[in-house]
């Protein structure tokens, strides 16, 4: 299993905005074979850092999501509507691979 952490700037005018956009990839996310884990908007201190995090289970079928995301009307629809209202201003993305504790205490990655 991989899972995709992403840490975005946004305008902290246009919450709401990416909020929307959020709803609608957890769905697009999840219609790809992956589990969305949510995004995390701005609540207390910083204002313009908002996180998702996603997980599927190989780096092979994220690329695979990537790739037929590019070729999705829906995916398509989402990233028009940060083209036309540029509430992300910057995002970086990191993979992670989660540990989990199996029956005798020792924690492993699935």
Not at 13 to 29: M, P
Not at 55 to 70: H, M
Request: aromatic fraction near 18%; glycine fraction near 6%.
């Amino acid at each position: 299993m991989i899972t995709c952490y992403l840490r975005y700037i946004i305008d902290p005018h246009k919450l709401e905005a990416f909020e929307a956009y959020g709803k609608l990839w957890i769905r697009l996310v999840e219609k790809f074979g992956g589990k969305h884990h949510g995004y995390f908007m701005p609540s207390e201190g910083v204002s313009n850092v908002a996180l998702a995090m996603f997980s599927f289970p190989s780096l092979a079928a994220y690329e695979d999501y990537r790739k037929r995301s590019f070729n999705d009307r829906e995916c398509q629809a989402a990233f028009a509507m940060n083209e036309k209202e540029r509430f992300i201003i910057s995002y970086e993305r990191s993979f992670f691979r989660p540990v989990f504790e199996d029956d005798q205490g020792v924690k492993r990655a699935p």
